[in-house]
Every structure is written in structure tokens, then in C-alpha cells.
């Protein structure tokens, strides 16, 4: 039964799908809603999303994005989130806070100021002591599937992303990371190799639909594969799964039709929705208000999923009543 521990809540079997709120404090970012320059703003912003039914605050200090120059110093990045993390616990104490980093020391320095749980978009692979600073503290981790190099052999996006997240998953075991502290995230969005990404090569922002380092699924097919096989990735890798899909530039491509970041709500809500039926145990997210509602009723809807109507109806009379 894939079920673990992100702060103080349980995310996974038998648990209701939880709801990731997104506050970025890094200019750069590719949705400029999600940016908040100052403290206050950035209260604001969580009570706002607390009352919209968000279980949990992710705070972001740099944009990762491939395609964007994004890079800034650790001493920026620890500055730009330690303060709004101090002010959120203070705020409100009992609230689950993430940090959106990759880098140890920026995650220790927030860990410091109260954060409960890593969010690594490298899966432990960007920084060797990551991995020791989250079981030291014994925190939760949100390990996202990320390759170092792009295989040799094989190209299939489940096999690679499975493959991608189980090295990630033995990474944190092997550094004393607690087995219930770990849920995993399929890497939905423009997320190359490590050998590839210009915050690790110091090169040129990536461009092109290859950007997953193979010349057989462009990025807006990969995204889309991983999505409708979160089940089967859940199942393999054994964990909870955490997915962020919100504003990403794959809903544009299914869109048909050019959608900057601020058009693409309607087309992040249904995907969101599709992600919860396929096996999502929450959705990170920029929408709590507006995706609250449809992930209810994907939530619902996924509770028939494989039983004939005599089961179904007692599921939804269940869900339905509080029961």
C-alpha cells in the first residue's frame, strides 16, 4: 500500500488527494502569478490558498526551468525563502511547508526556519549531501524522477521515469532517509538528464521538442505518457505520487492553439483531473481555488474505477455522505 508522510499528513492509500499550493518568491519563474516579492504578500497568498482547501504551502527561491536563464546564487536563493518560510510558521503554525530546491544548503537553512518537507527536482542527484540533510532532520522528501544521462539502451518515458525514480529511491534509503517520509513525482514538465540541463552544464538554455535527450517523444508526448501511466509508475516504484502539471507548456502544445502561461487554467484543471483518476495521490498546483472542486469529483469518479455498478454506487453513496 503506497503510503507515506509529507510533515504531518499522510498522503497515499486511504487518504483523501491532497492539494500542493505553489508560492514562488523567484522573479524568474515561468507563471509570473505564482510570484510573491515580499513577506506580505506571501501570507496573503497561503491564507488564500489554506482557505481554498490547500493542505500543504511549496515555496520556491529559483525558477529550474531548462529553457530560461535562471541560475542566481545559494546565498539569493536561501534569502528569498527563509524569511516568507519564518513568516508562514509564525502565521500558521500547524501548516505543512515545502522547500523547492535542489541545493542541501538552501534546504538545511529553510529546514532551519521550519519547512517540513524537500521538494528535489533533481531526485537527490543534483547535490551529494541532500540526501544526508533531509535524513539528519528527519523530514519528508518529494523526490522527482530525473536521469543523470540519457540511456543508452531503451527510450520508453515509464520505463525510464520507473528506472529514474527506483535509483532516486535507493539513494535516499542508502543516506538513512526514512522509508514512510518518501513520496515520488513523476517529473511532468520540460525536465532533461542532468547532463543536459543548463543549471548543471552551465550552457545555453535548452530548446526544441527533445528535449528529454532522444529523438522519439517530444517532450508535450512524454508528458502526456507519464500521466496516463501514474498507476502503473505508483504501483512499480511503491510509493505515493505527487504530480505538478499546472500552467506547464505541454498543455499548450495539446491546447492547439498559442496559451502563455495565463490561458492555460482551463487545460491544467482537466489534466489535473485526468492525473487524479490515473493514480494521483495530490496535485501540486497554482489553482487551489479553481482545481479543488475537480479533483472532488476525479477523486469520486476514481473510486468506480474497475468495480461493476452494484460497488460503484455504495462507493459514491459513501463519499457523498461522509461515510
Known sequence: MPRARLGRL??????????VGVINASPESFFKGSV???????????????AGGADI????????????????????????????????K???????VSIDTFRSRVAEAALDAGADVVNDV???????????????????????ARERVVPTQGNDPVIRTIDALKESLDIALRSGVSEGNIVIDPGVGAW????MDPLFTGGEPLRGEYIRGDSSYPWYSWDSIIIMNIDRIRNEVGKPVLVGISRKSFLERLMRRNAPPEERLFASIAAEAVAVIMGADAIRTHNVHESRD??????????????????????LIKIVKGK
Not at 36 to 50: L, P, Q, S, V
Not at 303 to 309: A, E, T
Open 122 to 144: 533533481t531526485g537527490l542527484k543534483g547535490d551529494n549531501d541532500m540526501a544526508h540533510i533531509i535524513a539528519d532532520h528527519g523530514v519528508s522528501v518529494i523526490i522527482m
Open 90 to 96: 509564525k502565521e500558521f503554525p500547524d501548516l505543512t
Open 10 to 19: 499522510w498522503i497515499g492509500d486511504d487518504e483523501p488527494v491532497r492539494l
Open 57 to 88: 504551502i511549496d515555496i520556491g527561491g529559483m525558477s529550474t526551468a531548462p529553457y530560461n536563464k535562471t541560475i542566481i546564487s545559494i546565498d539569493e536563493e536561501i534569502n528569498r525563502v527563509v524569511p516568507i518560510i519564518k513568516a508562514l
Open 294 to 315: 475537480a479533483i472532488k469529483v476525479a477523486e469520486a469518479l476514481r473510486s468506480c474505477l474497475n468495480k461493476d455498478p452494484n460497488a460503484c454506487n455504495e462507493e
Open 192 to 195: 532533461p538528464p542532468l547532463s
Open 36 to 50: 510573491r516579492r515580499t513577506i506580505n504578500d506571501a501570507i496573503k497568498a497561503a491564507e488564500f490558498m489554506i
